[in-house]
């Protein structure tokens, strides 16, 4: 199982990394799309968390959240998270 806070910071530095934006503009409830970020960026952070953290992420997972803390509950629910 996942920590939620490490998988968190992750999220968030993957998407300051990609985005460019500042990492007080990242919160859990900013939709991605207002990130600027699409399904193709969407893919690639779920192949970038499974080789991060070494667990299967499949990618829509991530597509099918619209925010941080959405992706959070859903690595939750899927029992990736502890």
């Not at 999220?11 to 007080?24: K, M, R, W």
Request: glycine content about 8%.
């Amino acid at each position: 199982m996942l920590n939620e806070t490490a998988v968190r910071t992750w999220i968030t530095d993957f998407l300051v990394s990609l985005t460019g934006a500042e990492a007080t503009a990242i919160t859990g409830d900013a939709p991605f799309y207002n990130l600027g970020i699409d399904s193709v960026d969407a893919v690639v952070m779920a192949g970038a968390m499974e080789e991060h953290f070494g667990t299967e992420i499949e990618a829509t997972l991530v597509l099918r959240n619209a925010t941080i803390d959405e992706l959070i509950a859903d690595l939750r629910e899927s029992g990736l998270l502890a």
